[in-house]
C-alpha cells in the first residue's frame, strides 16, 4: 500500500467506524433488550461470559463461534477495564463484537480488491479504496452490524479464509475456514471454493496445453463453450483429469489443508447425524432451484450501477438473436424448475418482520401465474451475472457456479442474510468499476441503509396478542 493511499484508507475507515458507531448508539437505545434471533444468541453467550460451556440452547442452530470469539474479545476488556455489573457481556457490549468485525471487513475487502485487480494500473488508488468502502456498507451486511448475529463474524473468517488462498498461505486459510464453519455450518462450500479454485488452476492449465497442442483456438480457455459439444467436451476433459493419479497426487500436494478440513467436517455430519445442530425442524434441505433465480434478481438489482450499460444490454439483444434456441431452451427449464421445485417456508408465510415476508406476499402471491412471468428476469439476471465473469477461466467459473448452486438450492427459506458471501465473492470478481459507477454505488447502497435503519427505529408495530414491539428488518 503507498504512503498516500495507505493515509486515505485510514482515513475513510476512521470515518466509517465512527459513523458506525454513532448509528450503533442510536440502535441500542431504541433496541435495549434482545431482538428477533438474539433472544437465543445473547443468553448463549452470556453464559460462555460466565463459564457455563456445557449449556446450550437447543433452538440455536449454527456452531458456537460467535460466542468463543465474544468471550475471547470481551474477557480481556473486562480484565483490563476493571469491569463489573451488568455492563459485562451485556446485549450492547456483545453487539459491539460485530461493529469490530466489520472493520476488519472492510480492511479484507480491500485487500481482496488489490490482490484480484493487481494488474489494473490506470486510476486504481481511488477506485480501489471506493470499492472497499461500498462492499463493507452493503445493505444487508452492514444492517447486521448493529444486532449480535452471526452474519458478521461469519463473511469476515470466510473473506479471510479466500485471502489467504489468494496469498498462496494455505493452512492459514484452512484454519481460517474452520473459524468461519464454527460460525455458519454452510461456509464449508466457500472452504470447498477456496480449494476449488486450486483445483480449477490446475485444470485450466491442462486445458491450456491440451488446446496447443491440437491447435485449437476456437475454444479458449477463459469462455464456457455455450453448446453440447462443448459441454460434452468439458465433462469428459474434467472426467480425465479427476481420475489421472497424476493430476490428483498435484492437486493434493496443495490442497490437503482443505482436504482434511473437509474429512473433520465429513466426520461431524456423520456424529451429528445432519448438519444443524439444535432445532432441525425449521432447517430442512430440499430442492429449492427458485433460490438460485432469486440470488441472480437480488445481485441485479445491487449491482445495477457497477454491472449493467447500454453496451452490456446490446450485447444481451445480440446474443437472443444469435441464439434464439439456446434461449428458449433456458427458459423453458427455468419454467419448470419454478413449476415444480418452488418451495415456500413456513416462517416467509408467517412472520411479517421480515422483508421477504412482503416482496412474496406484494408480489409473488398476487397471481399465481406471477412467478412464471418473471422468468425473463431470471434470464436476464442470470445472464447478466454470468457475463460478469467472462474474464475468468472456464474451470474457476464452474468451481463458483457449482458453489453457488449448493450454497442457495438447498435453502428452503428465502432470507436475503444467505445472500451476503456469494454476492460480495460475485462483486469482488467483476472487473473494477469507473468512478462514477463506484459513487453511484455507494450512494445506492448509503441510501438503502439509510431507509432501512430508519424503518428499523422508528417504524415500529405491535402484534394483536403481544405487547412486545415489532420492527422490520432484513
Not at 455458519?184 to 486450486?198: D, E, K, P, S, Y
Not at 441472480?296 to 437472443?320: E, T
Request: glycine share 4%.
Amino acid at each position: 500500500m503507498e504512503t498516500f493511499e495507505g493515509y486515505i484508507f485510514t482515513a475513510l475507515c476512521s470515518t466509517n467506524f465512527l459513523v458506525s458507531c454513532l448509528l450503533f448508539s442510536r440502535v441500542t437505545r431504541e433496541q435495549r433488550e434482545p431482538y428477533m434471533d438474539e433472544i437465543f444468541h445473547v443468553p448463549q453467550a452470556q453464559k460462555y461470559c460466565h463459564g457455563k460451556f456445557n449449556e446450550w440452547d437447543p433452538m440455536i442452530t449454527t456452531l458456537p463461534g460467535l460466542y468463543l470469539v465474544s468471550v475471547g474479545v470481551i474477557k480481556p476488556v473486562v480484565w483490563l477495564a476493571d469491569l463489573t455489573g451488568q455492563v459485562v457481556c451485556s446485549t450492547a457490549m456483545l453487539r459491539f463484537i460485530n461493529l469490530l468485525f466489520n472493520c476488519g471487513i472492510l480492511y479484507l475487502l480491500y485487500l481482496l480488491i488489490c490482490k484480484l485487480h493487481s494488474r489494473e494500473k490506470t486510476r486504481t488508488t481511488s477506485r480501489r479504496v471506493l470499492s472497499a468502502l461500498s462492499l463493507s456498507t452493503f445493505p444487508v451486511l452492514y444492517f447486521f452490524n448493529f444486532l449480535y448475529y452471526t452474519d458478521a463474524g461469519s463473511t469476515f473468517f470466510t473473506l479471510f479464509t479466500y485471502l489467504m488462498t489468494l496469498y498462496g498461505c494455505h493452512k492459514a486459510s484452512a484454519f481460517l475456514g474452520f473459524c468461519s464453519i464454527l460460525f455458519r455450518q454452510t461456509n464449508i462450500i466457500w472452504v470447498a471454493f477456496c480449494a476449488g479454485t486450486l483445483v480449477a488452476a490446475k485444470m485450466d492449465e491442462a486445458w491450456r496445453v491440451e488446446h496447443t497442442k491440437k491447435r485449437d483456438e476456437k475454444s479458449p480457455p477463459s469462455q464456457v463453450p455455450l453448446s453440447f459439444g462443448g459441454a460434452k467436451k468439458v465433462m469428459m476433459f474434467t472426467l480425465e483429469f479427476l481420475t489421472s493419479p497424476a493430476h490428483v497426487k498435484s492437486v493434493l500436494l496443495v490442497a490437503w489443508p482443505y482436504a482434511v478440513v473437509a474429512v473433520g467436517f465429513l466426520g461431524f455430519v456423520v456424529f451429528n447425524d445432519g448438519i444443524v445442530v439444535g432445532d432441525r425442524t425449521s432447517h430442512e434441505a430440499c430442492f429449492n432451484f427458485p433460490q438460485l433465480f432469486y440470488f441472480f434478481s437480488f445481485a441485479l438489482f445491487f449491482s445495477l450501477p457497477v454491472s449493467l450499460c447500454y453496451h452490456r444490454a446490446l450485447r444481451f439483444l445480440q446474443a437472443l438473436k444469435k441464439q434464439p434456441l439456446f434461449f428458449l431452451l433456458v427458459t423453458g427449464v427455468s419454467l419448470l424448475l419454478v413449476w415444480k421445485f418452488t418451495s415456500v417456508h413456513k416462517y416467509l408465510l408467517a412472520d411479517n418482520r421480515h422483508f421477504p415476508f412482503y416482496v412474496w406476499k406484494r408480489l409473488f402471491q398476487r397471481h399465481e401465474l406471477v412467478r412464471f412471468l418473471v422468468v425473463p428476469v431470471y434470464v436476464f439476471a442470470g445472464w447478466n451475472f454470468l457475463d460478469s465473469f467472462k474474464s475468468r477461466s472456464l474451470f474457476w467459473s464452474l468451481a463458483f457456479l457449482a458453489c453457488l448452486l449448493a450454497a442457495t438450492v438447498p435453502q428452503k427459506l428465502l432470507e436475503f442474510r444467505y445472500f451476503i458471501v456469494p454476492y460480495l465473492m460475485y462483486r469482488l470478481h467483476m472487473p473494477l468499476p469507473s468512478l462514477p459507477r463506484l459513487i453511484v454505488e455507494f450512494v445506492l447502497y448509503t441510501v438503502v441503509n439509510a431507509a432501512t435503519l430508519y424503518i428499523f427505529i422508528s417504524k415500529t408495530f405491535h402484534w394483536p396478542d403481544s405487547t412486545a414491539t415489532q420492527r422490520f428488518m432484513w
